[in-house]
């Protein structure tokens, strides 16, 4: 057998000792390719932070198609480990490529003044806690009201009440949140 073959029989072993999901094996397997897809990606890349990133990537993918059992010829594992390597650092050059990167403080972001968003939510969050407090009766005629936009007169005969009746319980919770609403805004 020659150093050709005992270097193929050597990878298989590593392949079978992955895949029945020994340690040793797998710590072996990145001692063995880490540092030159590391090579590779920095030279191609020229991008020390970027190729650390790929070299994991590779890594992991390959390991992950080990464990899969998706190497169809496990004696030819570097070529597969340096394909791995090459298709993601395409991936990351042709990504880079197609994204302009520029300063964040050089463009402006529209949008919702964060604060603005904060004190909206917490409003939000105040008026379904005031008005789980009302009575199912008033919240059905607060619905009816704001937002199906019928009169009073319509909601007092869906609800089964009287006109006045529903006049009154709408005057008296539009108090109560124009009560606390309006000590908030003085806050």
């Known amino acids: 057998m020659g150093d050709a073959d005992a270097v193929a029989q050597e990878t298989q072993n590593l392949v079978e000792r992955i895949r029945?999901?020994?340690?040793?094996?797998?710590?072996?397997?990145?001692?063995?390719y880490?540092?030159?897809?590391?090579?590779?990606?920095?030279?191609?890349t020229g991008d020390p932070e970027a190729a650390q990133d790929i070299c994991q990537d590779v890594l992991i993918a390959v390991l992950s198609k080990i464990?899969?059992?998706?190497?169809?010829e496990p004696d030819k594992l570097s070529a597969f480990v340096r394909g791995t390597a090459r298709n993601l650092i395409n991936k990351f050059r042709?990504?880079?490529a197609s994204r302009?990167?520029?300063?964040?403080?050089?463009?402006?972001?529209?949008g919702v003044?964060?604060?603005?968003e904060?004190?909206?939510?917490?409003?939000?969050r105040l008026v379904v806690s005031v008005l789980r407090g009302f009575s199912v009766l008033d919240q059905q005629i607060l619905l009816l009201s704001w937002v199906d936009g019928q009169t009073l007169e319509d909601i007092a005969?869906?609800?089964?009440?009287?006109?006045?009746?529903?006049?009154?319980?709408?005057?008296?919770?539009?108090?109560?949140?124009?009560?606390?609403?309006?000590?908030l805004s003085q806050e």
Request: some cysteine; hydrophobic content about 30%.
């Open 157 to 183: 005969r869906k609800l089964g009440i009287s006109h006045s009746t529903a006049r009154k319980r709408k005057s008296r919770m539009i108090s109560k949140l124009k009560n606390i609403f309006g000590q």
């Open 118 to 124: 904060v004190e909206a939510k917490e409003r939000k």
């Open 100 to 110: 302009r990167e520029t300063d964040i403080d050089l463009i402006e972001i529209p």
């Open 94 to 96: 042709c990504t880079r």
């Open 113 to 116: 003044n964060l604060l603005d």
């Open 67 to 72: 464990e899969c059992n998706q190497i169809r």
């Open 20 to 32: 029945r999901g020994e340690s040793s094996a797998q710590e072996e397997f990145v001692s063995r």
């Open 34 to 44: 880490r540092r030159t897809i590391l090579a590779i990606a920095t030279a191609k």
